[in-house]
């Protein structure tokens, strides 16, 4: 079984010396949150993560969760894990004290989820979508219904699901054919079958809240009829009690190539009865509420994935022996296989990726919470447009690089990273499924390229690069190597942005040809830029803690040295154009 | 379950267009293998690998192998089907008639090795070591033991394994503690753990000949103290029959992240007797006859899985709907995914890859042929310099983006590709084991920069660069583009040897740190080497079928445009150099 020590040094460093959003710093309602009670929840996090979660990953994975007679049955000792997990009250972390949460910003929960996917990422699924559930209910369901399922979902008793997919109808949703028919009540009755639902069913909660995406019989097709319903397991009554069950069954569940401890159903709706959220055929936004949420924490489960491997990489190559070094001072027998310089270099790929993508991430969650909580709507729509341009940078890069990562892990385990004992060739089977769901890779690659760089409100790529180069304009000696470098690839995507901008307008097969070339190109960038500010306070406060300044600052040199060239081949490839491509007949 | 087509059409391009090697063609015991020949024989193989071993993969995968009181018994299906395959004369497809054999070039059985890994690689590899025992011994073993031991095992009744692994040696087998004492009558009694021995035992054969490195007692420590002992499962009479068990007994089998079918086994060796091949302390020679060979082939496992996950990609992409088009005329409803940009590219990205690779393989199979068989020793060991050279490059390009392509393969089946139905997620996880096995890609990559780019007879990779000037130097006004290109590329891995051959003196390290980056240059370039080879018949012979080369002529562009580029990230990540690699103090 891999071991796991959550990562709070560097998150704390994060959470002291990289709050840097002054909007961010604006919040009043997050002014309590000091440096020392985070610190406290993080180590809380730690505690339970490594103990009692981590076994949690290869016992589900050795016990996948199964359907027996209609009911799940989740792998042994999760239901146990479940109730510690929510007593101790780790769903609520991030919600609305009104409704029982502890009112935490992002900046500290982003932190939890990292550690959660680092430990097991099957369990951690049966509480997410009940978050994913909590922020779409708690944004557009009337305060009738906020008030009787809110404080149930914050507290755990009550998880949530989001059903989207259907057989024929995965990322385009305007296909679906679930039906919903209006009752003289007001309420619906949904029908029809939904594939591929997270935690569909389980054997760990009282009650499953669903929501739903259904077509009203009266609504048009395409996307323009898609209407949000809640639709509950079992009824609730008036007083909040849990009723009958409702007309929701459970058709199977998918055997998959990882995630194994995670239920992933078949629903059949038969007649079940529903709640209209938000309003009818405006499903899909309400439901992009919670799924734009939802992709940055799949990001950040690639994060996770990513430490893990990368922490039981660095300890096997400190006791494995294999080989002699080019400098080696042994006279008979190997040296250990991190004397090796590309075993190093393989590993500080892992590590310059993992350190810049949280910084990424961290300024990603200040700029989350300033969309959503700062008071000044200019302020949070410029903040929303940040948050919806990262969005998809996030989702993918940092689960594709987690593929990498986890593939490097394998390959420095050799043979024992193929074989089960270790446990190294399960984080690759369970990352593998952050690239395909809420909206596969090149789907968020389209959306970037088509719906994220510019909208309504303007430009917003520009005001990315506006904002990178303001912020990376530094006037410090022993940052210009770094800056300089940076310049160069900044001024790449600079050129890669202008070309997509102008083909968008003449030819937008050359786009969606470059969509994931693009993607890549503005994520390294990104998670360089978040090197630039590390770098920035590690020169800044070098004196206070000189150790872990150097770490910072010699990783880095391995990000620009090594890593980021990457984004110039992703260009180069991509302006050649698609005329071939689309030309092409495929027999 | 996938489904399988084998590409005889293409390969038999290759074998009347691309059978180029003037020293290859002059080889008398080969004048008589024609076109019509060849073809005969890849249209047999195309249905045992289609109807017969394609659906064992799945069956394989659901059963493994498992070890039952000592014993171990293969998936369902594989004991006749193995039977089928003998009787048809598949194992001995390549070798000596002398034997029995059927003495076919690797330009012929290298197809079929691609064929029958696209079917089913566990089973493939319950005869594939058989064939590497078959080499090793025919190039080392004296006639007493060839005529006794050969026949057998080229007839398919008994197999073959290489045992070098134990538990604290793979890459550096100097670490070796197996031993092995003389006896009076010349024989040796071997005694040790072997870990990770494929084939290692099963139910399939007669007999199983095991290839085993020792150290006898009186040998010094380290590689020059290693030999090479032949230890049969059972003894074999004077009058060649199966006699009585030897001392071998299988420990255990693994339990691995794909390739279930295939039993990968530790074995125990107590006082087996065993019979020396070759000189004693040049065991590790011997060895390497076999495992450079098998090298290649590990190769061609990731081409052969490549290529049925491109085959199910294309078919997937073709029947499945989602989404709409730039171009879309559909006034509802989704269009076919093979219609969107992004998913052509990533299908001609995988289809550029595999036929360059396939014309590469061609031209070293030719290369192979030469270094065995021609009478000039000088033009033999020219022969012999470049598959050196090739063949590290093969394995670890051909794996690694084997890896690449059922990652993409999976991607484009989405949801589907994650679960099991569709057995997508199987090849990539069956895949998985080529980067690892016979030296992991990162062992490969410093066995070229340190011991294949120049060696005693000079400066190999020079000579490669020189041939490659000479038959890319075309005076073609439509093949111009390319070469231009090529020129480009060329020039890159030009500077990158000189650097390589530089560095090489001044700072190993910096060469330690840049090998898997160099080894990704010389194969993307020789990959388009290979493709300009494609496109000068394509031009040549256009007219004789058009849409055939159109076909060739567009997927080269594509390589050009897209793939090739990646050449250079490579060289400019890796220039940068290794001080601050391995000054990094990892914590």
């Given at each position: 079984m891999p071991s796991y020590t959550a990562p709070v040094e560097d998150m704390m460093f994060l959470f002291k010396k990289l709050r840097d959003n002054k909007n961010y710093n604006e919040l009043e309602k997050y002014k309590e949150v000091s440096p020392d009670l985070v610190k406290d929840i993080l180590e809380e996090a730690a505690k339970i993560n490594q103990n009692l979660i981590l076994p949690l990953a290869k016992i589900g994975d050795e016990n996948p969760a199964v359907l027996e007679n209609g009911v799940v049955r989740t792998p042994p000792g999760y239901k146990e894990a479940y109730q510690k997990y929510i007593k101790d009250g780790w769903t609520s972390l991030s919600c609305d004290p009104k409704y029982g949460g502890q009112g935490m910003p992002k900046t500290v929960s982003a932190f939890f989820d990292e550690m959660l996917s680092s430990a097991s990422l099957s369990f951690k699924l049966y509480s997410e979508l009940s978050i994913g559930a909590y922020n779409c209910i708690n944004h557009h369901a009337s305060d009738e219904i906020k008030n009787k399922y809110l404080p149930k979902i914050v507290e755990g008793k009550w998880s949530g699901t989001m059903c989207l997919t259907e057989p024929i109808c995965g990322t385009d949703l305007g296909l679906l054919k679930t039906k919903a028919e209006k009752q003289s009540d007001g309420t619906y009755k949904i029908s029809g079958q939904k594939i591929f639902i997270t935690s569909g069913d389980q054997d760990l909660t009282e009650?499953?809240?669903?929501?739903?995406?259904?077509?009203?019989?009266?609504?048009?097709?395409?996307?323009?009829?898609?209407?949000?319903?809640?639709?509950?397991?079992?009824?609730?009554?008036?007083?909040?009690?849990v009723g009958s069950r409702n007309g929701i069954s459970t058709g199977s569940i998918e055997s998959k190539m990882g995630i194994k401890g995670s239920a992933t159903c078949v629903?059949?709706?038969?007649?079940?009865?529903?709640?209209?959220?938000?309003?009818?055929?405006?499903?899909?936004?309400?439901?992009?509420?919670?799924?734009?949420?939802?992709r940055i924490v799949v990001g950040i489960q690639g994060l996770g994935i990513s430490e893990i491997a990368y922490q039981n990489s660095l300890a096997y190559a400190k006791e494995r022996k294999q080989g002699k070094t080019n400098?080696?001072?042994?006279?008979?027998?190997?040296?250990?296989?991190?004397?090796?310089?590309?075993?190093?270099?393989?590993?500080?790929?892992?590590?310059?990726?993992?350190?810049?993508?949280?910084?990424?991430?961290?300024?990603?969650?200040?700029?989350?919470?300033?969309?959503?909580?700062?008071?000044?709507?200019?302020?949070?729509?410029?903040?929303?447009?940040?948050?919806?341009?990262?969005?998809?940078?996030?989702?993918?890069?940092?689960?594709d690089l987690g593929m990498e990562i986890t593939n490097d892990a394998m390959q420095i385990h050799g043979g024992y990273g193929y074989t089960k004992d270790q446990g190294i060739e399960q984080l690759f089977r369970d990352n593998r499924i952050t690239p395909i769901y809420e909206g596969t890779n090149s789907v968020q690659a389209a959306d970037l390229v088509f719906r994220k760089l510019s909208n309504k409100n303007g430009n917003?790529?520009?005001?990315?690069?506006?904002?990178?180069?303001?912020?990376?304009?530094?006037?410090?000696?022993?940052?210009?190597?770094?800056?300089?470098?940076?310049?160069?690839?900044?001024?790449?995507?600079?050129?890669?942005?202008?070309?997509?901008?102008?083909?968008?307008?003449?030819?937008?097969?050359?786009?969606?040809?470059?969509?994931?070339?693009?993607?890549?190109?503005?994520?390294?960038?990104?998670?360089?830029?978040?090197?630039?500010?590390?770098l920035s306070v590690s020169f800044k406060d070098y004196n206070e803690n000189k150790n872990f300044y150097d770490d910072k600052i010699n990783t880095a040199k391995f990000y620009f040295a090594k890593v980021l060239p990457r984004a110039e081949q992703h260009y180069k490839s991509a302006i050649s154009g698609s005329s071939n491509i689309m030309n092409f007949k495929f027999n």
């Open positions: 009650n499953i809240i669903h929501l739903v995406i259904a077509r009203a019989t009266d609504s048009p097709a395409g996307t323009k009829g898609i209407s949000l319903f809640l639709v509950p397991k079992f009824k609730v009554n008036e007083d909040g009690a629903l059949n709706f038969d007649k079940a009865t529903g709640y209209l959220i938000g309003k009818k055929d405006k499903g899909l936004n309400a439901m992009f509420t919670m799924m734009n949420l939802e400098n080696t001072k042994s006279t008979n027998g190997a040296d250990f296989i991190i004397e090796h310089a590309d075993i190093r270099r393989s590993l500080l790929n892992m590590k310059s990726i993992i350190e810049g993508e949280r910084a990424l991430c961290f300024w990603l969650s200040q700029q989350t919470e300033v969309s959503l909580n700062h008071p000044d709507e200019k302020i949070r729509q410029e903040a929303s447009d940040f948050v919806s341009l990262m969005t998809p940078v996030v989702k993918s890069l940092f689960t917003i790529i520009n005001r990315f690069l506006d904002l990178i180069k303001s912020e990376t304009n530094l006037n410090n000696e022993k940052i210009k190597p770094f800056t300089d470098d940076f310049t160069y690839y900044l001024n790449i995507l600079t050129k890669f942005s202008e070309w997509i901008n102008e083909k968008a307008k003449t030819d937008r097969d050359d786009v969606s040809a470059a969509a994931n070339d693009y993607l890549k190109t503005l994520g390294f960038v990104s998670v360089a830029y978040a090197w630039i500010k590390v």
